[in-house]
């Protein structure tokens, strides 16, 4: 199988109906009010069919690294991770595994696809991976809001997703602004939601800004969930 590559002008239906520089929205034909949605927060999924392919060799090179790792088995516990991370203890994993290291180049080309969606001016330097890590959330294990520090764009790419594996939930970044602001209906469109779960599948790559604050909610699979993790910065 090959992989889609990544699309080099985002379809229209991400980037709003009007690509470019900024422009006034038209009145509609009857005069009545017009609604911009402004200050976009974007996320982006890919099924990476190629990394999906490798799916097996990832999740053993997972399960081998955390066998293998007494110093990041030490932090998990510590930290109350239930399951294990390398997030603190290994920092070399594409170089320790073939599978990581094919995962990382599609990762690459996937980050630059966004930043192109992002509009961003990189100048003369290049978001590049600065860290990228291993999780295995046990069964009924779930890790808290968080958000990633010192990165641009974080993300994570799905290994093992079993039934009832937990899902990624989003929170409104200006959620700590809403001092009086109603609640949302339960049936509101998903853009105006402050709280929205996004439902891997394994073979899911999923890209945001590193300030989005996010958490995995309870693993309630019937055995691990397995996912890598990595942090891009700006250099
Ligand atoms: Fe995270």
């Given at each position: 199988?090959?992989?889609?590559?990544?699309a080099?002008t985002?379809?229209?239906?991400?980037?709003?109906?009007?690509?470019g520089?900024?422009?006034?929205p038209?009145a509609?034909?009857?005069?009545g009010p017009v609604v911009e949605?402004?200050f976009?927060t974007?996320?982006?999924?890919?099924e990476?069919?190629?990394?999906?392919?490798?799916?097996?060799?990832l999740?053993?090179?997972?399960?081998?690294?955390?066998?293998?790792?007494?110093a990041?088995?030490?932090?998990?516990?510590r930290?109350l991770y239930?399951g294990?991370?390398s997030?603190?203890?290994?920092?070399?994993l594409?170089?320790?595994?073939p599978a990581?290291?094919?995962?990382k180049?599609l990762?690459?080309?996937?980050?630059k696809?966004?930043?192109k969606?992002?509009?961003?001016d990189?100048?003369?330097r290049?978001l590049?991976?600065?860290n990228l890590?291993?999780?295995?959330?046990?069964?009924?294990?779930?890790?808290?809001?968080?958000?990633?520090p010192?990165?641009?764009?974080?993300?994570?790419?799905?290994?093992?997703?079993?039934?009832?594996?937990?899902?990624?939930?989003?929170?409104?970044p200006?959620?700590?602004?809403?001092?009086a602001?109603?609640p949302r209906?339960?049936?509101a469109?998903?853009e105006?939601?402050?709280?929205?779960a996004?439902?891997?599948?394994?073979?899911?790559?999923?890209?945001?800004?590193?300030w989005?604050?996010?958490?995995?909610v309870m693993?309630?699979?019937e055995?691990?969930r397995i996912?890598?993790?990595?942090?891009y910065?700006?250099?």
């Open positions: 199988m090959t992989e889609t590559p990544p080099a985002p379809p229209a239906s991400a980037t709003g109906p009007a690509a520089p900024a422009t006034t038209a509609t034909p009857a005069g949605t402004l976009a974007r996320i982006y999924r890919a990476l069919a190629e990394a999906l392919a490798l799916n097996p060799e999740a053993a090179s997972c399960r081998s690294a955390a066998e293998d790792d007494g990041g088995q030490d932090w998990s516990a930290n239930p294990y991370t997030y603190a203890s290994v920092d070399d594409p170089w320790r595994y990581v290291k094919t995962l180049g990762i690459d080309r996937h980050v696809a966004f930043a969606l992002q509009d961003w990189l100048g003369d290049k590049v991976l600065d890590w291993i999780n295995i959330l046990d069964p009924g294990g779930f890790h808290g809001s968080h958000i990633h010192n990165s641009v764009v974080s993300g994570t790419y799905y290994v093992e997703i079993p039934p009832g594996a937990s899902a990624l939930r989003l929170e409104d200006r959620l700590g602004l809403m001092m602001a109603p209906k339960r049936k469109a998903r105006t939601q402050p709280f929205v996004l439902e891997p599948k394994p073979g899911t790559l999923l890209l945001w800004e590193s989005l604050r996010h958490e995995v693993n309630a699979a055995s691990e996912s890598i993790s990595f942090n910065a700006w250099r």
